[in-house]
């Protein structure tokens, strides 16, 4: 399935007719992580500012020492490191407009927003703020600019006391270790964020009050080594219409990465969904990149509470994403499941248990989750909530078989629907929309 990307931590999975049924033992683990030095940083950072020499003159950036969340150190090393993409479906076969899962949200005009990476003190960013760009009309005239504070880990560990369940049994103990070598690494989100910040300095050229945030699972704790990098580039502070004002956009964007960034961006192409995207590649990785979905960055930052209030979550979350990809039930452009529902399909199933293991984080901490929250005051939301503590002491390897349990003979898809808000399985809707759905996702 991953060719030739073991130097990734990637499974290199065995031809369909080669598979076994026992997932677990048949992966490879403890696959040793491959870290970019410091010295291919420096040499991506040149080849990005050589692909747009031709429009200004790039003042040399040294890479300062970042930490990003929970992941555990990585030991750089000048050791050449070669990397092999993911196998992709053709553009070609798959229709643009496929259907994929459907999520209700309780707050769609949301506008909550924040910077998406933690940034060291000397490289914040201001907010966006009102953009007034030339070809939209701008209503929201409010002025927001100002200076974001880095996101702090207050709350939770620094990455070297990080702790990670104890495995009493030979399944949790596979679980632990597949989420070891699995899981996304600092050094993966650095390569990401270099990214990020050459972007954002490119599209500032065109778009100039413009941002460009780094979203999805490459920061809410559930990456893995392989996860594609989601972006959403914020123009504006309002709500921008996804069928004229963010293709005509995102049609800039392409434009620019196919003209003056073709050195540096590989194979831009403008998918006409309903919230289009642009998709690309760097040198290393595929990204996505979205206009004004707002919603999506505030989601980055619940889920990542999530993801490190209780330090069962993470593990699970992999185990199952791997899972799932290993059956290619995990690609919701080909009308399964997407790796955002089956996070919340773990969480959901973590907070129905007899003795819970998660809560819910929206009625519990309202204020910390309020869709009118203050833009710049989003990305405190994990800072505020302190650690779950459950009376619930299962293992990794009977939480798993609880999941597939719960899912395939307690769970009622006929007439349930998943809410991690509420905590519970709540009455599926019979409105149009939720018709004819095998799995429903609020």
């Given at each position: 399935?991953?060719?030739?990307?073991?130097?990734?931590?990637?499974?290199?999975?065995?031809?369909?007719?080669?598979?076994?049924?026992?997932?677990?033992?048949?992966?490879?683990?403890?696959?040793?992580?491959?870290?970019?030095?410091?010295?291919?940083?420096?040499?991506?950072?040149?080849?990005?500012?050589?692909?747009?020499?031709?429009?200004?003159?790039?003042?040399?950036?040294?890479?300062?020492?970042?930490?990003?969340?929970?992941?555990?150190?990585?030991?750089?090393?000048?050791?050449?490191?070669?990397?092999?993409?993911?196998k992709r479906v053709c553009e070609q076969s798959v229709p643009h407009d496929i259907k994929r899962q459907r999520f209700q949200s309780h707050c769609p005009e949301a506008t909550v927003v924040n910077q998406a990476v933690p940034l060291p003190e000397q490289r914040r960013y201001s907010f966006p703020g009102s953009v007034q760009f030339p070809l939209l009309p701008v209503h929201h005239k409010q002025d927001l600019t100002g200076c974001i504070p880095p996101l702090r880990d207050t709350l939770f560990p620094h990455p070297t006391e990080t702790t990670l369940p104890v495995a009493k049994d030979k399944l949790s103990q596979q679980v632990l270790d597949l989420f070891q070598s699995y899981r996304q690494q600092t050094c993966d989100l650095n390569r990401k964020e270099l990214c990020r910040t050459e972007l954002q300095r490119e599209i500032q050229r065109i778009l100039p009050q413009?941002?460009?945030?780094?979203?999805?699972?490459?920061?809410?704790?559930?990456?893995?080594?392989?996860?594609?990098?989601?972006?959403?580039?914020?123009?504006?502070?309002?709500?921008?219409?996804?069928?004229?004002?963010a293709r005509h956009i995102l049609s800039l964007v392409q434009k620019l990465f196919s003209t003056k960034l073709c050195n540096y961006i590989e194979r831009p192409q403008l998918i006409r969904a309903k919230v289009p995207i642009v998709k690309f590649r760097d040198k290393v990785r595929q990204f996505d990149l979205n206009v004004n979905n707002v919603v999506g960055i505030r989601n980055t930052f619940l889920l990542r509470t999530y993801a490190y209030i209780e330090n069962r979550v993470r593990p699970l979350v992999l185990v199952v994403k791997k899972w799932a990809s290993f059956h290619d039930i995990n690609d919701a452009s080909r009308g399964t499941l997407s790796s955002y529902s089956l996070v919340l399909m773990v969480l959901h199933y973590l907070q129905t248990l007899p003795e819970p293991i998660l809560p819910s984080l929206q009625k519990n901490y309202p204020e910390s989750f309020d869709p009118t929250m203050q833009l710049h005051l989003v990305h405190q939301a994990p800072c505020t909530i302190p650690p779950y503590h459950s009376k619930n002491g299962s293992g990794l390897g009977d939480l798993l078989i609880g999941f597939f349990k719960y899912y395939a003979t307690e769970f009622d898809w006929s007439h349930q629907m998943i809410s991690v808000r509420e905590a519970k399985a709540i009455p599926r809707p019979d409105s149009t929309e939720w018709r004819n759905k095998f799995i429903c996702v609020e």
């Open positions: 399935m991953f060719p030739n990307s073991s130097s990734l931590g990637r499974p290199p999975f065995p031809p369909k007719h080669q598979q076994r049924r026992n997932f677990i033992n048949k992966l490879p683990l403890n696959v040793p992580p491959t870290p970019l030095s410091h010295q291919q940083i420096i040499d991506a950072q040149f080849n990005f500012q050589n692909a747009v020499g031709n429009l200004v003159t790039i003042p040399a950036v040294t890479p300062q020492p970042m930490t990003y969340g929970n992941d555990s150190p990585v030991h750089t090393s000048n050791t050449p490191v070669s990397f092999q993409g993911r413009s941002r460009l945030f780094l979203v999805g699972s490459s920061l809410n704790g559930f990456g893995t080594r392989s996860s594609d990098g989601d972006l959403c580039l914020v123009v504006k502070e309002g709500p921008v219409n996804q069928k004229t004002e």
